[in-house]
Structure formats: C-alpha cells, structure tokens
C-alpha cells in the first residue's frame, strides 16, 4: 500500500540532508568505556530514585534506579561492574548544571543478568506487556524520551485504534533511525506486533520517508504476512513530528493544545518498537541506543551502538576524532537538538546524535528587518504567524502571541531557516516561553503563598474562636457552680 502524497502536509522546508556522511556505514558497537555516567533523570516524569549504593557489584541490566510515580522510568546498568559514585554530574543540556548521576566502574565482562523470558511474548496479556515495557525502562527514543508504558496504558483505555511508528527521522545528519530499520527490521516488526497486541489497534502503519529506499525495502520486506503498512511519506522537514506524520498518513489533524489519543492514534519511533522487542522476547532492558555521530568536524561519521552514559568524547575518538576544532557539538540534530558545552557529557537515552559542526556549517548572516514576504508563515507546518509572533514578542506583549497561537509552537526552526532576512525566529519563541514558564512558577508561587497566608489567618481564626468558646465554657461552669452553691445555701 503506497498513499505517498495521499493526504498533503502543511509547511516544511527541505534542508540539506548531509545524511550521506553516515547513511551507509552498517552500525558498528562501540568499545565499551572504562566509566559510565548514568544519569538518574533520562525521562519525562520524575528522577529515578537510586536502589544500589557506592562499592555495589551489579551486572548489565540490574536495575540500579527505580522510577518514582505515575510518569517516571527506572534505570537499569548499562554494562557489569562496580557503583564508585552517586552524585551530581554535568546534564546532557546547554547549561551544563548538573544532576544527580551514578557512576559505574566497568569490570570489562560485560556479563547479563538473569532475565525471564517469555516461551511467546504474543501470549503474554496486554497489560503483562506494558508491566513489562515499563519496568525495562523504555521511553520514546525518538527524543521526547516519555515513558512509553503510560502510553501503552493510556491508550488502551482511550479505545486508540490506530497505530503509527515513525520511521521519518526528518533532521539533518541523523541516520541512526535509517540504519536500524535496515540491519533489524525484524525486531523492530516483532516490536510493533507486541505494541499492536498491548493497545489493541485495529491498523498499523510504519511512515518512512521516501529518501530512504533501503529501509523501506527492508521494513516491508519483514512486514510481509502482517497487517502492519508500510508507507513512504514525503521527504521534508519536519515530518518526524508525529503530529505531521499523522497528517501525512491518515489526514487526521491532532486538535490545538491536544493529543494524538484525541484522535485515536498512537505514535512511537522504530527505535523505540525495536526496545520494545527486545525487552520483552529477549528480557533485554534499555541499556543502550543508536547515536549518529556525524558532522563537517568528524573524521569518519558513523552510527555505532552506545551504552547509556557514555561520554560523547568517547564516540568523537572511536570515530577518528576530529578534522578541525567544532565550532559547535550538538546532541541530536540541527534543527531541534541542543549545544553540548563539553564532550564529557554522557550519551541518555533520548540521545539521538552527537554532532561536531565546522563554522561553515553554522555560519549564517547578521539578521535584517523583516521584509513581510511571508515566507515563514508558508513553512509553519503548525499553520503559525511567526512574523507576527515575534513582533508581538519584541513588544513584550506576550499575551497577544499566545492569541496568535505561541503555545502551538514546536520549536522546530523551519520558520528561521526559510527567512530571507535571516531572522532569528525561533530564539524568540524560546525566549517566549521561557517567560511564560517563569510567568506560571510566579504566579504559582503567589498563589502558593496566598493560600499559606490564607491557612494561616484560617487558622489564626479558629484558635482565636476555640480560645473563646472554651473561655465561655469556664465562664458557664464557673457560673452554674456559683449558682449550685447559692441554691445549697439557700436549701440549707
């Protein structure tokens, strides 16, 4: 089945690709490190809380954190060997700051632990699976890295009947999505059946863009005698956006500020179908990923298989090291990924890529005034005003950019990279709501603060009442004895 152009997404743009550096490297394994930095908040949801202490022995795949609530996801050991430190470690984020990380020592043997292992997985029931995926730690690999059991779990009581695995890796240099549907499109089949059985999808279909022939071969290939559909979709930017993707497979728009369970839909990224897989065929947690490693400053780009809190300087030299001093290390993509301030932040699970960039491929003009060509509005694939936006943003009217549909944004840059004035759009929808995060907390903290306030004259009230109504009780007895003694008298 081919709906190639089938249903028209809105906007994007089609920036160089460079997806050639590492597209057709096979995945190699990369030597394991001699330390490990694994952080305890990989996730969307609460930190993971540590279950293993400093001078502990464990072996690859013991669960060494566990996930705290609803939305959280434990953290298993990325290789065998000994816990020398649990503390604070520099966060795979642009400011750096760190975050409560354990460390591990590793014993070079690289030894499992024991694991159970289902005689059939398609026997095990729905909930059985999601129990399953959630305690591997498995979370959207695609980059939002949210817990993928509660949305498992939720969809399943949402009645979702279709289901999409996003296989459209849209952002430049990255490839690592490309080359695991071509080396384990198997895996990733045998994952999206269980997802299809724990949810209980009536359709399943597999959206690959249409620059990556291979893999659609190989998918479709492995998806012969299911009944999951393998569709090529159009090659642009950013139709890894699962909203867009929806769009472009079954014209179905995910309402503003809604979810795509909205419209019955489920989407999870091909990596995260394979983890599924090998979680639970295999007993396999989440201890590693595919990263790209690509840029105009890497010797040899490649896509190698990386245990989770690595160090990116470790992928840098087993890639060959570098051609000239990066101008800019990104962990993901372009596009949408953030700057890395050092390589020895480590590898988490939502690490997609790391990228070395030279200045040639950062440099762009100082920005000019804008020039209302509109064509940033055309490229939206949100169907924004962002010269509008940003207007009302100069202004400090942050309110009328909300109006204008700021909350909607994705981030996704498009906007900046098509504008012939080389506007910075994007940094200032950022800024934006980077306010409007400051704004809530404010007005979180006052109203936090007025409900203390409001407690406390509350309370103030009652003791004062309490305090009167028991003196008024004194006051009665000490009455009603007087009043008893003066009647004995009399009686006497």
């Known amino acids: 089945m081919n709906l190639l152009n089938r249903f028209q997404p809105r906007g994007g743009v089609h920036p160089a690709g460079r997806k050639d550096l590492s597209a057709d490297r096979p995945i190699r394994a990369l030597p394991l490190p001699e330390r490990l930095f694994v ?9 993971a809380t540590p279950v293993v202490a400093v001078g502990d022995q464990v072996l690859k795949g013991q669960l060494i954190a566990a996930g705290q609530g609803t939305i959280s996801a434990p953290v298993h050991a990325p290789t065998s060997g000994r816990v020398v430190a649990l503390g604070d470690y520099a966060a795979p984020h642009p400011s750096g700051l760190p975050v409560p ?52 779990n939720i969809s399943r009581k949402s009645g979702v009947d279709t289901l999409i695995i996003n296989g459209g890796e849209c952002e430049p240099y990255l490839t690592c999505d490309d080359r695991l549907m ?19 999808t009536q359709r399943a279909l597999v959206g690959i863009e249409d620059n990556k022939p291979e893999a659609i071969a190989a998918m479709r290939a492995a998806a012969l005698g299911t009944d999951i559909q393998v569709v090529a979709v159009p090659a642009m930017y950013p139709m890894g956006w699962d909203k867009q993707l929806t ?5 179905k728009e995910v309402p503003a500020g809604g979810r795509s369970a909205d419209i019955g839909v489920l989407v999870h990224n091909v990596a995260t179908a394979y983890a599924v897989h090998q979680a639970v065929a295999l007993g396999r947690p989440l201890v590693s990923r595919i990263v790209t490693v690509s840029g105009g400053a890497v010797k040899t780009p490649c896509n190698l298989e990386v245990p989770i809190g690595t160090p990116a300087q470790d992928l ?18 372009p596009m949408m990924g953030h700057e890395l301030p050092a390589t020895h932040i480590p590898v988490v699970k939502g690490t997609s890529g790391v990228l070395a960039l030279t200045h040639a491929e950062i ?38 950019a909300i109006g204008l549909g700021l909350k909607d944004c994705i981030a996704c840059g498009s906007c900046s990279y098509v504008c012939p004035a080389h506007i910075p759009l994007v940094h200032y929808f950022n800024y934006a709501k980077g306010e409007l995060s400051a704004r809530e907390r404010a007005k979180l903290k006052q109203e936090a603060t007025k409900k203390l306030a409001d407690d406390r004259s509350a309370r103030m009230e ?10 008024a009780r004194r006051r009665a007895a000490k009455e009603a004895a007087e009043a008893a003694k003066k009647a004995a008298e009399v009686t006497a």
Request: glycine letters at 12%; one cysteine or more.
């Open 39 to 47: 952080p305890l908040q990989q996730h969307v949801g609460a930190a």
């Open 182 to 200: 071509r080396e384990q499109a198997e895996g990733i089949v045998a994952g999206i059946r269980l997802i299809h059985h724990a949810v209980g």
């Open 363 to 400: 440099g762009r003009p100082e920005p000019a005034p804008c020039i209302r060509c509109s064509t940033c509005v055309r490229a939206c694939p949100v169907g924004l005003l962002p010269l509008e936006m940003a207007t009302r943003i100069r202004a400090a009217d942050l309110d009328a």
């Open 462 to 471: 009652r003791i004062a009442r309490e305090r009167e109504e028991a003196a």
């Open 316 to 333: 840098f030299d087993y890639c060959g090291g570098f051609t000239a001093p990066p101008a800019r290390l990104v962990m993901g993509g």
């Open 101 to 152: 990380t354990l460390t591990l020592e590793s014993d070079g043997e690289d030894r499992w632990s024991d694991a159970a292992i289902p005689a059939d997985p398609f026997a095990l029931a729905p909930d059985e699976i999601a129990r399953r995926v959630g305690a591997a730690g498995i979370v959207g690999l695609g980059g939002a890295a949210f817990p993928s059991a509660v949305k498992l």
């Open 247 to 251: 769009r472009a497979l079954i014209g």
